[in-house]
């Protein structure tokens, strides 16, 4: 037999010395989607097992803040509580919107609808939410609230296609990072109900029949290969490829410019790859999250941002993701943060940004930063003159965020990955339908095998229009669903 | 058996009744690379099947303008002869930046080192170059000549990373079209060597061994499946995707702008689709070549593109086809054309084009567009100021195509894929190494299988820095480069 494994080799069924453990569903990755999966495996009664690569689990979501997206059907308990209505139809929009021209309307259709179900299925797991809004402009909420605009969609273009409302929900934890109360309440139900989670377990590569079924796994455990086999389904939630720099490389070379991974370390592609081998489809593998956040505070959205010919190029009020890419798509992706004296803050997770100009005129910043005569005090100007009337003809900023850069001194902040760690994590990944079920090219199903989380593209498939809480959502809610439905093909 | 048949489903060569047919080279596809293939294999001595779904050969570059990017070595016969000196590391450079972020150095070091003995290659097989330079900007030669600058090699930024020079040939061909003679040249050569070629046979699928090493394809030939052995391999140059609206919008929905596919019709993706089906890696599959061609006449070059906020946003003696991604990435996809009287013109390729304003002065023109107030004017303002000194500090137009655009009346020319056709091709595909054999998403090799031309991702890859004649270049050279290789697995 096979000693050698690969994730792009699958072994034979028939190459295997035996079955060393056998599941109905077997789940790789213990994040958000694999927890999630875990879950609702058990709750099917379905004999589950998890390999998780890390001495422990929760993975990348453990590290984030937590944020889940959540609306339609006239608001969640919590939005309804903060006074917030949410239709499913805007809710809708919006996610059709943060797919960007590549948007699944089966997915986005099925999601919207059932978005307050999984809500509440999320409180009976456990999860914490307290059920208040926090006003204002937030990476996260650093409060013990739980709800926050996490998006763009009080922002052009979003708030004139879908009605703006916060759904941004977030576990309950006074300060930053509630993503690991999150998975600790997710892994401990998982583990509760009976999940057989195995940690420090590679998974190595799937096995298959001649036909291609994917029949089980091999994994890794105390340096030894063992063959488990999966009556119901393997469930790839293994993670995205940021952490893999060949991935990054060959797939997402855009992305090499942030040098910040929004991951624990183990997105490294394995399950992707291993879903190619076996014909998967891969779909939006150029796309990817990135951040350099120009709030909070918020006082630093009133500020301009201009590129190397002194222009502004967005509505600074939008996503900050959005705006990150729209900076790393000016020319050399320079960018600069104007602001005036009163408006100047240095950005909360860049305290140490750099001050690259200082001046007590806009005269002298343009000529600090070395831009074209008249370019950027033009920009100024003009944004001055409009703003001082609450109007952004050229961006659309909304009214809220429009004050004249008019107290000296005025600063420019570097906003270019170069000097700014700009954070990014991958949206691309296999291709599947709303079951997790995985496809390949024709779209037809690669039977056998489910996807979930950043191992597979979702909801979130566009860096452009990316919101916080689209991936969480995104993750625990097609976790679900790969292993409601593999559950279902072992049911009798 | 399997009576249906799918690019998605290999078909087990222990479900096949017998093979109907062998070769020692099987290739799909008789385009630029495909007939590249069958030259190279048959000068090789191996016996080598083609096969063709259209009723005749030629594919997407018989419609095409027959342009080959060749440099390098101190330039082709033809580049000298025209008093050009063309250095490998300069060739190298362009090509790397035609690349973008994910370039390949490994294709592109082989490609810049052989252009010049491939340009010998292309004349032995009776490809006719006149050997003479048209100066100027064109999307082809309407001449007979046979040397123009077919991308931005003379433009900012890539005139500052390597040095500017003419690497566009054309088979010399009085008018437009010289792709229907390079085609020919290439077809007459494949069939007077021998290669047995089939018309009207579409490739269903590939044939697999249990280790899914590829040892045939199956092909539908009279409406009857066809087993066909390759001891050397199968060569997928099937082409691109852009013919199949569902493969466009799951890879490459941003390509959706564009109503016009450069393509003969059979861009359908299948082989990309066969490659998946057996374990390969598919990458840059959002990518694509578009144009909007803003040339010729040259004097439009002389005119500056502003978007709804009444910016620049390009240098506008970039290549056609860059201009155009940089249109489609603003704001609603929509730029304007600005011309004054002395540079006015309609654009060779669309004659139609929407006037959209016409002024007595630049105010006017702006009311037209409904651009905010003082936009436009500013920029225009600005612009002729610096243009009259030969000075564009904002996005670096060379000298020559700086004119104030002073002379009334004006004009606004709409440059949005809503109102000016697009064409567009793909650019993404399976992933190679130079020597054309596919790989999986280790970067391993999936034996058996080579992919050339647009079913694989080859030098062009990044439609931003797209030059006319790179695809021609890369299907010609890596096509040759499959065939070699294959013919080398069976040499013994």
Request: aromatic fraction near 8%; include cysteine.
């Amino acid at each position: 037999m096979t000693v050698d494994f690969s994730p792009s080799r699958p072994c034979r069924v028939s190459d295997i010395p035996q079955w060393d453990m056998e599941a109905d569903i077997v789940v790789v990755g213990f994040g958000a989607a694999g927890a999630s999966a875990a879950i609702e495996a058990r709750l099917a009664g379905a004999r589950t097992l998890v390999f998780e690569v890390a001495a422990g689990g929760g993975g990348s979501a453990a590290l984030s803040g937590g944020e889940i997206y959540l609306g339609g059907n006239g608001g969640t308990p919590v939005q309804r509580a903060a006074g917030f209505e949410d239709t499913t139809e805007d809710f809708r929009r919006y996610l059709m919107l943060a797919g960007g021209p590549a948007a699944d309307a089966a997915r986005v259709d099925l999601y919207a609808e059932q978005a307050v179900a999984h809500y509440h299925w999320l409180v009976a797991q456990g999860v914490p939410f307290k059920g208040t809004y926090l006003p204002g402009k937030w990476l996260e909420p650093t409060t013990d609230d739980t709800l926050v605009y996490s998006g763009s969609e009080a922002a052009w273009p979003f708030a004139q296609q879908a009605r703006p409302c916060p759904r941004g929900h977030a576990a309950q934890l006074a300060g930053w990072g509630a993503g690991k109360k999150l998975m600790q309440c997710l892994m401990d139900r998982a583990l509760s109900l009976g999940a057989d989670v195995h940690y420090s377990a590679r998974a190595l590569t799937l096995v298959v029949d001649d036909h291609r079924q994917v029949l089980g796994l091999v994994v890794r455990i105390d340096g030894a290969p063992r063959f488990v086999r999966a009556l119901g389904g393997v469930i790839l939630c293994s993670g995205g490829f940021i952490s893999n720099e060949a991935m990054v490389r060959q797939y997402a070379p855009a992305a090499l410019a942030c040098s910040v991974h929004t991951s624990a370390g183990n997105d490294d592609g394995s399950g992707i790859r291993m879903g190619l081998a076996v014909g998967a489809a891969t779909i939006q593998m150029e796309q990817f999250f990135s951040t350099m956040p120009n709030m909070p505070p918020d006082s630093l959205v009133k500020g301009i941002f201009v590129n190397e010919a002194g222009q502004r190029f967005i509505n600074e009020d939008a996503y900050h993701g959005r705006v990150t890419h729209f900076i790393l798509r000016q020319s050399n992706s320079r960018a600069w943060l104007l602001l005036d004296n009163s408006t100047f803050a240095r950005p909360l997770t860049n305290q140490d940004v750099e001050v690259h100009a200082v001046g007590e005129s806009w005269e002298e910043v343009e000529g600090e930063l070395e831009l074209p005569a008249g370019s950027l005090t033009h920009t100024v100007q003009a944004y001055n003159d409009c703003a001082a009337q609450g109007q952004d003809p050229w961006f659309h900023k909304a009214p809220e965020w429009l004050q004249p850069l008019t107290e000296a001194p005025f600063a420019a902040l570097s906003y270019s990955p170069a000097d700014f760690p700009a954070a990014a994590f991958t949206l691309g990944g296999l291709s599947t339908a709303p079951t997790g079920q995985v496809l390949n090219g024709d779209g037809d199903i690669v039977p056998g095998l489910y996807a979930a989380g950043r191992a597979a593209c979702g909801l979130p498939r566009w860096g452009d229009s990316y919101s916080s809480g689209l991936s969480l959502g995104d993750s625990t809610f097609f976790g679900r669903q790969a292993a409601l439905h593999a559950a279902g093909t072992i049911a009798s």
